[in-house]
């Protein structure tokens, strides 16, 4: 039987590929800090449209600060604008309802409903691209599926609330929708730059909806610590979240840095349960685990 030849692997590429791992985790856990400035601010008496109106006018000052540092331009063309413009609706869609949800389910659930966009842009893509469902594909539908269930249920047999979960899939299925146009547009622009504009559009998106139909124009943060909360939100959940995702990809490809994204909501339900005091029962971990593994084999049979 011959041998199996010795492969020697470059210290500097090995460093890099360790690099692109602690990046891409540091990206799901700066995400998942999302509830921790949310709920404190809620907390504070801001409406979920103020807090995102903070969190995303933060993000576009550093996000301007950062394609000024790379050199790049800030020139669209039309075919551009109108799909940045798209892409902002559904941030808008997706930010709005993701967090409005923390009103009416714990914020660490909510993170783990999220997580299952990469199940929707699975079906979103076999529906309008026929790309074939493999059985994989429904394998990883049923495990999410009986994950949520346990989850409806929630802990002690408490129901969750059905708003929430409608909130929810809302969110999650508005950023499958902006993934799979990402993904097909492919817009010939960096991912930084990109989610600049997306952002900008955002912000108007959630402006309109803040005077016509929600709590009216954001107020005027009065208190220093309302103004740290909206900084970190702008910062940590948002530019660090996406500069680290961006630089994960490059290092050690998309596939691992989509599996590592799992890290987000567990960082989203320790959040919920060591600061905020939310409950945490066997039945929610075991729908929690549920939905996370069918994700994960979504992330690794696509590679």
Same mark, same amino acid.
């Given at each position: 039987?011959?041998? !199996?030849?010795?492969?020697?692997?470059?210290? /500097?590429?090995?460093?890099?590929?360790? /690099?692109?791992?602690?990046?891409?985790?540091?990206?799901?856990?700066? +995400? #998942?800090?999302?509830?921790?400035?949310?709920?404190?601010?809620?907390?504070? =008496?801001?409406?979920?449209?103020?807090?995102?109106? +903070?969190?995303?006018?933060?993000?576009?000052?550093?996000?301007?600060?950062?394609?000024?540092?790379?050199?790049?331009?800030? /020139?669209? &063309?039309?075919?551009?604008?109108?799909?940045?413009?798209?892409?902002?609706?559904?941030?808008?869609?997706?930010?709005?309802?993701?967090?409005?949800?923390?009103?009416?389910?714990?914020?660490?659930?909510?993170?783990?409903?999220?997580?299952?966009?990469?199940?929707?842009?699975?079906?979103?893509?076999?529906?309008?691209?026929?790309?074939?469902?493999?059985?994989?594909?429904?394998?990883?539908?049923?495990?999410?599926?009986?994950?949520?269930? *346990?989850? +409806?249920?929630?802990?002690?047999?408490?129901?969750?609330?059905?708003? #929430? @979960?409608?909130? %929810?899939?809302?969110?999650?299925?508005?950023?499958?929708?902006?993934?799979? %146009?990402?993904?097909?547009?492919?817009?010939? %622009?960096?991912?930084?730059?990109?989610?600049?504009?997306?952002?900008?559009?955002?912000?108007?998106?959630?402006?309109?909806?803040?005077?016509? $139909?929600?709590? =009216?124009?954001?107020? $005027?943060?009065?208190?220093?610590?309302?103004?740290?909360? #909206?900084?970190?939100?702008? *910062?940590?959940?948002?530019?660090?979240?996406?500069?680290?995702?961006?630089?994960?990809?490059?290092?050690?490809?998309?596939?691992? !840095?989509?599996?590592? =994204?799992?890290?987000?909501?567990? &960082?989203?339900?320790?959040?919920?349960?060591?600061?905020? =005091?939310?409950?945490? !029962?066997?039945?929610?971990?075991?729908?929690?685990?549920?939905? @996370? #593994?069918?994700?994960?084999?979504?992330?690794? /049979?696509?590679?």
């Amino acid at each position: 039987m011959p041998r !199996t030849p010795h492969i020697v692997i470059p210290a /500097k590429a090995g460093i890099s590929v360790l /690099k692109g791992f602690l990046l891409a985790a540091l990206s799901a856990i700066c +995400y #998942g800090t999302n509830p921790l400035g949310a709920l404190n601010l809620y907390a504070q =008496g801001y409406s979920p449209e103020s807090v995102l109106f +903070y969190r995303f006018f933060t993000a576009a000052l550093l996000l301007f600060v950062v394609v000024l540092a790379k050199g790049s331009h800030f /020139k669209i &063309t039309l075919k551009e604008f109108g799909a940045l413009v798209a892409f902002g609706f559904l941030f808008a869609i997706s930010s709005l309802t993701y967090y409005a949800s923390f009103k009416y389910m714990d914020a660490g659930l909510a993170s783990t409903l999220l997580f299952l966009y990469p199940l929707e842009v699975s079906v979103l893509m076999a529906l309008f691209f026929k790309e074939r469902i493999k059985l994989w594909t429904i394998v990883s539908i049923a495990v999410s599926m009986s994950g949520v269930a *346990l989850l +409806y249920r929630g802990g002690d047999g408490v129901a969750l609330s059905t708003a #929430g @979960l409608v909130l %929810m899939f809302i969110s999650s299925l508005s950023y499958a929708i902006y993934m799979v %146009m990402a993904n097909r547009i492919n817009l010939q %622009m960096g991912a930084v730059k990109m989610t600049f504009y997306a952002i900008c559009f955002c912000l108007v998106f959630l402006l309109l909806y803040s005077v016509t $139909l929600g709590s =009216g124009l954001p107020p $005027l943060f009065t208190q220093a610590s309302s103004w740290g909360w #909206g900084f970190m939100l702008g *910062l940590v959940p948002t530019v660090l979240s996406l500069i680290f995702m961006v630089k994960a990809v490059k290092l050690i490809g998309s596939t691992p !840095t989509a599996i590592l =994204g799992a890290l987000e909501p567990v &960082t989203a339900v320790a959040i919920g349960v060591l600061v905020f =005091g939310e409950i945490l !029962t066997g039945r929610l971990v075991a729908g929690i685990l549920l939905i @996370l #593994g069918s994700t994960v084999l979504i992330a690794v /049979k696509r590679k």
